[in-house]
Nanobody, 114 residues
Framework: QVQLVESGGGLVQAGGSLRLSCAAS????????MAWYRQAPGKQRELVAV???????NTADPVKGRFTISRDNAKNTVYLQMNSLKPEDTAVYYC????????WGQGTQVTVSS
């Protein structure tokens, strides 16, 4: 059974930084594309950043230049470095395969105050 466990969220002021982690258990994902997603209150879940099995990355326009996705295959972990945070980044952040395949984890709450 595959489990995805996100961590690292919290409350931060605008302009601050956070680093999110996603640990996967139950299978190795080194040959899979992985991604971070987020869901703000009252909105649909959206794609934030993708990293391919080979390490190529792509980020959504709203976070381009501020967020960086990375992975450590030896630890079966994906990271999201978030800098210059804005109040509109407030959401629950989730990781999953890309496209999503396994059940969603509990996510990690990121709240950015103005």
């Amino acid at each position: 059974q595959v489990q995805l466990v996100e961590s690292g969220g919290g409350l931060v002021q605008a302009g601050g930084s956070l680093r999110l982690s996603c640990a996967a258990s139950g299978r190795n994902f080194r040959f899979n594309d992985m991604a971070w997603y987020r869901q703000a209150p009252g909105k649909q879940r959206e794609l934030v950043a993708v990293i391919s099995s080979g390490g190529s990355t792509n980020t959504a326009d709203p976070v381009k230049g501020r967020f960086t996705i990375s992975r450590d295959n030896a630890k079966n972990t994906v990271y999201l470095q978030m800098n210059s945070l804005k109040p509109e980044d407030t959401a629950v952040y989730y990781c999953n395969f890309h496209p999503p395949f396994y059940s969603w984890g509990q996510g990690t709450q990121v709240t950015v105050s103005s």
